[in-house]
């Protein structure tokens, strides 16, 4: 009974719009440091929290949180594409006990994934299917939204879960920080637009994904050279959360509101409640050391991009 943790953000825009090779090379490193780590600590397990960004999960049924029992990444932007190697029987194991701790989650028996789950699974382990993984989705692009708390108790139900496993359990979290990338807002868009959210774009033509992708190339490229044409990034509030959660006081962000959390650092930064259900799982383990902190604002991005790890004191 051992576990591990890292954050990471993801971004579909590296080898798209990418920054200068020095910054390049830096976050590379980090990557690479991160994956030695996770080699050496050998997970049995990895449980990954990330949120989708209307790829697989829609307004036709848009739980605030879900289980995958199995899934299959769809390789948007180039990230791997394939299944997931996900153990059932355990995953409804967690989906049970979650239930039963007092948190809604829904289960998927067919979780459909974008580059949010795929890019850390390649990036740290190698691949999609190199490790079993539960894959945990939490949504956080499409309003109305979980709150912080409600992340931290789904975080904490799922830790309490892998502590009585007899398992090296790695968490990850996946995504953030702040950011608001072209992302379609329900109430803003026209019929067809709203048909897609609905669940139409469930399985885009080529030419529609490759049009929404080419979208979010073009938003990043304007974003270099005039970040005003999106919420600006906010290295400010991205610092603060870091120091949050390395120090241990996740309780202290139940109080700040999804409306706020937008207008202070953009609409997507609501993707850090995935590094907050992955710290208040590794909690359960008991008091921790954060380690290996990285953080700079990447606008070739379009994210405040940061790295976190953390072991349990008494492993």
């Given amino acids: 009974m051992t576990a591990y943790l890292q954050c990471l953000s993801h971004t579909p825009l590296v080898g798209h719009v990418d920054p200068a090779p020095d910054v390049l090379a830096e976050v590379d490193d980090v990557v690479a440091q991160a994956r030695e780590r996770i080699a050496r600590f050998d997970p049995e397990l990895v449980i990954l929290f990330s949120p989708d960004h209307f790829n697989g999960f829609f307004y036709d049924v848009m739980p605030p949180f879900c289980i995958g029992m199995a899934a299959h990444a769809i390789g948007d932007f180039g990230s791997a594409a394939g299944p997931l190697a996900v153990p059932r029987e355990l995953a409804e194991d967690c989906a049970t006990a979650v239930l039963d701790a007092g948190v809604d989650v829904a289960v998927s028996y067919s979780m459909q994934v974008d580059h949010g789950f795929a890019q850390p699974l390649e ?10 993984v539960l894959p945990v989705f939490i949504n956080a692009v499409a309003p109305p939204l979980p709150g912080f708390q409600r992340a931290r108790l789904l975080g904490e139900a799922i830790g309490r879960f892998a502590r009585m496993l007899d398992k090296r359990v790695l968490f990850l979290g996946s995504g953030g920080l702040s950011h608001q990338p072209p992302v379609p807002e329900l109430a803003k868009v026209d019929a067809r637009m ?9 399985n885009l033509p080529a030419d529609e994904r490759q049009a929404r992708q080419q979208r979010v190339i073009s938003a990043a490229e ?90 349990p004191e008494h492993n």
């Avoid at 990036?123 to 079993?132: C, I, M, Q």
């Avoid at 241990?248 to 937008?262: I, P």
């Fill in 123 to 132: 990036f740290l382990l190698g691949g999609l299917d190199r490790r079993p």
């Fill in 194 to 202: 709203a048909d897609r959210l609905m669940g139409s774009g469930r």
């Fill in 222 to 311: 304007r974003f270099v050279h005039d970040q005003n044409s999106l919420h600006p990034l906010n290295p400010e509030w991205d610092r603060q959360f870091l120091d949050t959660l390395g120090e241990g006081r996740l309780a202290e962000l139940d109080a700040l509101g999804n409306d706020e959390l937008s207008a202070i650092a953009g609409r997507s930064t609501h993707e850090v409640k995935t590094w907050m259900a992955a710290f208040a799982a590794l909690s359960a383990f008991g008091p921790y050391r954060a380690h290996d902190r990285y953080y700079r604002p990447i606008p070739e991005w379009i994210a405040g991009f940061g790295a976190l790890a953390a072991t």
